[in-house]
């Protein structure tokens, strides 16, 4: 039977670019981002065959999971995300695109998936809108859904100060959680293993760091 939590309690999770109203700018500030390149770039680390099982964590309004729709579109690719509205976008895409992508309503510290069930997790510029207990729960869920040997990549921003663009906004407590220090140490104590950095850049909007772990 599939794991399926309860999405009536309250938590602490900020809509894209955080505030629901912003939505519908959400993805033309991806566009002018960059974000896509940083999405191809991110599938190219996670090495994704046909037939794999793949979840997002976070997916907002689907543009990954499209983009791996389109390099490899014999995945099992489900998107998991809490605000309704940005499912609602992510699916109406995808009928356009003709790609099969389940969206759910879920949150990454209680994902809606088997134990042992899934061959990559992904997880694109979402670990920093959680405070740190809560990270680490979306942390351990991941390691509970991997498969032996399945992988999680993520690419979040580097919250090391830097005094330029988002960078400034360290003193956001979820900000000093992203350093790149403290993102390695949650995903070893979450029981990942083999975790590392796997690259690093910089845009106009601040600093940006590659993850990759894997599950026992």
């Known amino acids: 039977m599939t794991h399926q939590p309860h999405l009536d309690h309250e938590q602490h999770y900020l809509p894209p670019m955080g505030k629901r109203w912003l939505l519908p700018l959400y993805d033309p500030f991806s566009r002018l981002a960059g974000v896509g390149r940083l999405h191809e770039q991110l599938l190219d680390r996670a090495d994704i065959r046909a037939g794999q099982r793949v979840l997002e964590i976070g997916c907002g309004t689907g543009n990954l999971l499209r983009a791996l729709g389109r390099r490899t579109p014999d995945v099992d690719a489900t ?29 990454a510290g209680a994902l809606p998936m088997d134990a042992d069930s899934v061959d990559r997790v992904l997880s694109a510029f979402m670990l920093h809108h959680l405070p740190e207990d809560e990270r680490d729960r979306a942390l351990g869920e991941v390691a509970r859904v991997l498969r032996s040997g399945g992988e999680l990549h993520v690419v979040d921003i580097d919250g090391t100060p830097s005094g330029r663009g988002i960078g400034r906004m360290h003193r956001d407590p979820r900000m000093v959680t992203s350093r790149p220090e403290r993102v390695l140490t949650a995903m070893t104590g979450a029981g990942l293993t083999d975790v590392a950095e796997t690259g690093r850049g910089s845009a106009w909007f601040g600093r940006f760091v590659f993850y990759r772990a894997r599950a026992r």
């Open 79 to 107: 998107g998991i995300d809490p605000d309704p509205g940005a499912l609602r976008r992510a699916r109406r895409k995808a009928v356009r695109s003709g790609l099969t992508i389940r969206y759910e309503r879920a949150f």
